[in-house]
Structure formats: C-alpha cells, structure tokens
C-alpha cells in the first residue's frame, strides 16, 4: 500500500502555471493523478494538459468542469488556487474597481470552483482551496487582498458543511510567505526581509512545502478532515515569536505568584 496515492484521481489546479500551483501539479503527477492545469496563461516548458481558464468568470469555470469530466469521465480532486495578491494598497488608494477585481478573482473564483466541482463529484471528491496566513491576521496596506483570502476561509468552512452529506470534504491550506514570482518578482520586495524576520522558522516557504499540505489533504488519508483551514506559514499565525517582557516582579526567586501587597 502506498500512502498518499492519487493514483486513478482526476484533478484541476486552477492557477496552476505559477508558484504554488504550479508546484502542486508536479506533486499530484508524481503521486499519479491525471493532472489538468486551468489559468489565464499557459504553463512554460510543461506537457501538462492545460485548459485557458479565467477563475473570475463563472461560465468559464463551469466549462472547465464540464470538459475535464467529458473527457476524463470524472473529477476527484478541485484545487481552487487561482489568485491576485495586491499588497501596498492602502484605504486611500482603494478603488472600487481594485476590490472588484480582487474579490472576483479570489473569492468568486473558489466560490464558483466549489459551485461546479460539488455538481459533478462523487462521495470520496476533494476540494481545497488557498487560503493564506493574512486571512487571519489583519495587515495594513492590504485590505483588499486579505479580505478576499478571510472570504476564501469562510467559503471553505460553509463548503464543507454544505457538502459533508454528499461524502465531499472541503479544507484549505493558509500558507505564510512563499518563494513564489508574485513575491519574488517584486524588486527589492521589503516583504522578504520583514517576512524573514517576522516568521518563528526565520525564512520564506517554498511552492514545493505548500503542496506537501495539498497532497495529504487530496489524498484517501484525510478521509476525516473537512472545514479545516490548515496554516502551512513557518508559525506566523501561531502569534507574537517576539515579546521581549522581563520576568514580573510578582514572581519570587521560588517560582511563585506572589500577590502585591495591598
Ligand atoms: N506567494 C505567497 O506568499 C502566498 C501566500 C499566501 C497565499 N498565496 C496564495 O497562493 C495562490 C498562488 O499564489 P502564487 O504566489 O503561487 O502566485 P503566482 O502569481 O506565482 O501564481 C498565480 C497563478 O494564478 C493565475 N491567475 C491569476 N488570476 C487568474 C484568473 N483570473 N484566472 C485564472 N488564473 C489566474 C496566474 O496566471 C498565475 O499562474 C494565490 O491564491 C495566492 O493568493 C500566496
């Protein structure tokens, strides 16, 4: 028996010709599934079957589902992954046209991807989203974007209440800061710097830590998991690591809480 296995599994990973998505394709095609790419750009230097998709049309990733499940008779696992990521956008320079777009590519894209893939799935189907560590944490300068990934926690959560029925489970990994182009591309980037030095585990993720998670989570062995937003951030979101406070004076050379004297 191989753990983990997704031999004979159908998958979709929207988002697929970049970073973290494109790092799960690789993993789903090791570990055997038949492995279909949806983005707005085709992937480079990939033999990947690939499907033209944008995420923040609903006709769109209704046919995307359709064709993936005419011609492979099924689909197993939906990786609803696609996503914008504007950061550095204060409330002075939102726009109504910026939250728009944020909010149709982020959160439509994986409401409608759990939409369409729950119409075809059978019991046993996965669905996962991409979450991430500032849909917990609030971050200045980027509202928009960690509104939209809040959305995509919530979204999973209902899912899998919805859909528990139906033997489809729904999780989501939050990932922290990862090397991927959209962070990487980004000249002199201080989010790299500030990221480094902010996450307990002192550096950036890879694309390739973040599919780990996927895999687990696509996979037979997480039959029991479903509504779980699972952090894959090097401990971000675990809290404070610094808290640079001095033993109290409360506390006596014995180890004791002692009260003040009143
Ligand atoms: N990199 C990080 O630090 C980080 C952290 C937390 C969460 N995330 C999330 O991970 C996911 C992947 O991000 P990444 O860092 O790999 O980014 P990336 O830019 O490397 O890849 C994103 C992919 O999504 C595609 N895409 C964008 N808009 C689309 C649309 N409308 N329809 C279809 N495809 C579209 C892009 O073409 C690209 O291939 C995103 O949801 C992002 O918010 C990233």
């Known amino acids: 028996m191989s753990f983990f296995s997704l031999e ?16 799960i394709v690789n993993r789903f095609h090791e570990a055997g599934a038949t492995v279909v790419v949806a983005d707005r750009k085709a992937p480079v230097d990939s033999s990947f079957e690939f499907i033209e998709t944008d995420v923040s049309e609903e006709s769109q990733i209704a046919a995307l589902v359709d064709a993936v499940v005419a011609k492979h008779g099924q689909l197993d ?26 909010l149709s590519v982020n959160v439509h894209g ?7 893939a729950a119409r075809v799935m059978q019991s046993g ?6 979450a991430s560590f ?13 509104t939209s990934k809040a959305a995509v926690a919530h979204l999973t959560k209902c899912g899998a209440l919805e859909l528990a029925s139906e033997g489809v489970t729904v999780n989501a990994v939050a990932p922290g800061t990862i090397e991927t182009p959209a962070v990487l591309e980004i000249e002199d980037n201080p989010e790299i710097p500030f990221a480094e030095s902010r996450t307990p585990l002192g550096r950036l993720g890879t694309p ?9 989570l696509a996979s037979d062995d997480a039959s029991y998991v479903t509504g779980a937003i699972i952090p894959v951030d090097g401990g971000i979101a675990a809290g404070w690591e610094r808290y640079d406070l001095t033993l109290p004076s409360e506390i006596n050379a014995a180890g004791e809480w002692q009260d003040p004297a009143t």
């Open 8 to 23: 004979g599994k159908v998958a979709i990973v929207t988002g697929g010709s970049s970073g973290i998505g494109e790092a």
């Open 77 to 102: 696992i939906m990786v609803n992954n696609a996503g914008i990521q504007p950061l550095g956008v204060s409330f002075k320079d939102l726009t109504p046209a910026l939250l728009e777009k944020t």
């Open 110 to 116: 994986v409401a409608f991807g759990i939409k369409h």
């Open 125 to 130: 189907g996965r669905i996962l989203n991409t």
């Open 134 to 146: 500032v849909g917990t944490l609030g971050i200045p300068a980027g509202t928009a974007y960690a």
């Open 208 to 216: 390739e830590e973040i599919a780990a998670a996927f895999h687990f």
